[in-house]
């Protein structure tokens, strides 16, 4: 089984940045894929962003640009550097794992479904004010 553990969250002013970490432990060896999703209350959950094996990242069109997806294997830690934060980017960010990514349908605008990844963490808050 694997464990996720979300750290970073935080209380920052638009237009600020602010970068999250998940740790990963356990058994690794097949988490191909990790991601980042993010809910906001009443709102349904939205794929943020993903990186494959071979380093290959996908975003969702509201982040692509202010948002950076990366990890380092050998640590076995994935991040996700927010830049030009909005209020609209206020959620619960939670990372994600999965075996592999389905990276070819970034080219249609979208994002490895959420159904595909067996390991979540209990999320980070980040909050964002005007």
């Known amino acids: 089984q694997v464990e996720l553990v979300e750290s970073g969250g935080g209380l920052v002013q638009a237009g600020g940045s602010l970068r999250l970490s998940c740790e990963a432990s356990g058994y690794t060896l097949n988490t191909n894929c990790m991601g980042w999703f993010r809910q906001a209350p009443g709102k349904e959950r939205e794929g943020i962003a993903t990186?494959?094996?071979?380093?290959?990242?996908s975003y969702t069109h509201s982040v692509k640009g202010r948002f950076t997806i990366s990890k380092d294997s050998s640590r076995n830690t994935l991040y996700l550097q927010m830049n030009s934060l909005k209020p609209e980017d206020t959620a619960m960010y939670y990372c994600?794992?999965?075996?592999?990514?389905?990276?070819?349908?970034?080219?249609?605008?979208?994002?490895?479904?959420?159904?595909?990844?067996?390991?979540w963490g209990r999320g980070t808050q980040v909050t964002v004010s005007s």
């Open positions: 990186i494959d094996e071979d380093g290959i990242t």
């Open positions: 994600a794992a999965g075996r592999d990514c389905m990276s070819e349908i970034g080219n249609l605008g979208l994002i490895t479904p959420a159904h595909l990844f067996s390991y």
